[in-house]
């Protein structure tokens, strides 16, 4: 099983960013793939999280509003589409995935099975 994340760039305060998490080696369709981010000397902190159904989403309040979570399950890929960044949305972003998440857990790192390597995403002021 693979996890794959990319899109991560330099980008000015209110630009946007597309973050992408491809998988392989597993029914992408069956997981809850959710978005991790981690600042240096911070805490892994979550962002967004969809359902394996893909009907249901999830948010940190920071980025509600600014940041769009979905899959494309016939391409074994789901997307984070980043608006309105903001120099604090700085991290190197991580995506997981797992089977049998129920909802109350989907903003827990600790309930992923498997882990993409990250994504640097660096917002200049």
């Known amino acids: 099983v693979q996890l794959q994340a990319s899109g991560g760039g330099l980008v000015q305060a209110g630009g946007s960013l597309r973050l992408s998490c491809a998988g392989s080696?597993?029914?992408?369709?069956?997981?809850?793939v959710g978005w991790f981010r981690q600042a240096p000397g911070k805490e892994r902190e979550f962002v967004a999280a969809i359902k394996r159904s893909g009907g249901a989403t999830y948010y940190a309040d920071s980025v509600k509003g600014r940041f769009t979570i979905s899959r494309d399950n016939a391409k074994n890929t789901v997307f984070l589409q980043m608006h309105s960044l903001k120099p604090e949305d700085t991290a190197a972003y991580y995506c997981?995935?797992?089977?049998?998440?129920?909802?109350?857990?989907?903003?827990?790192?600790?309930?992923?099975?498997?882990w993409g390597q990250g994504t640097q995403v660096t917002v200049s002021s």
């Open positions: 080696g597993l029914t992408f369709s069956a997981y809850t």
């Open positions: 997981a995935a797992d089977k049998s998440l129920i909802c109350s857990s989907v903003g827990n790192a600790h309930a992923y099975h498997y």
